[in-house]
């Protein structure tokens, strides 16, 4: 089992930036793909960025391209999201995930509880 806790959300105005964290603990993430999804109100929840298990493949959504940047960092069984430039319409819960296969789909394994990211105008 791996338990992920998300950290750093919070409220910024437009074109500001935050850092999410997303810190697991019960195994190693060091050999499963790592992705941060978001869910606005109303919506279902969408793919934002991807990261593999080395690290060495990213994508991003078409909508955060350019402006966030997913990384990990193993050896502190950790992975980041860097937004910068931030829109209203950014404004979501932000939930990271972790599991064998590298996807853009919402189909991980296990998920964290989610940060809030409120992006004001």
């Known amino acids: 089992q791996v338990q992920l806790v998300e950290s750093g959300g919070g409220l910024v105005q437009t074109g500001g930036s935050l850092r999410l964290s997303c810190a697991a603990s019960?195994?190693?993430?060091?050999?499963?793909?790592m992705g941060w999804f978001r869910q606005a109100p109303g919506k279902g929840r969408e793919f934002a960025a991807i990261?593999?298990?080395?690290?060495?493949?990213?994508r991003y959504a078409d909508s955060v391209k350019g402006r966030f940047t997913i990384s990990r960092e193993d050896a502190k069984n950790t992975v980041y999201l860097q937004m910068n430039s931030l829109k209203p319409e950014d404004t979501a819960v932000y939930y990271c995930?972790?599991?064998?296969?590298?996807?853009?789909?919402?189909?991980?394994?296990?998920w964290g509880q989610g940060t809030q990211v409120t992006v004001s105008s």
């Open positions: 995930a972790a599991g064998p296969k590298l996807t853009q789909r919402a189909s991980y394994d296990y």
């Open positions: 019960g195994r190693t993430i060091s050999s499963y793909a």
């Open positions: 990261i593999s298990p080395s690290g060495g493949f990213t």
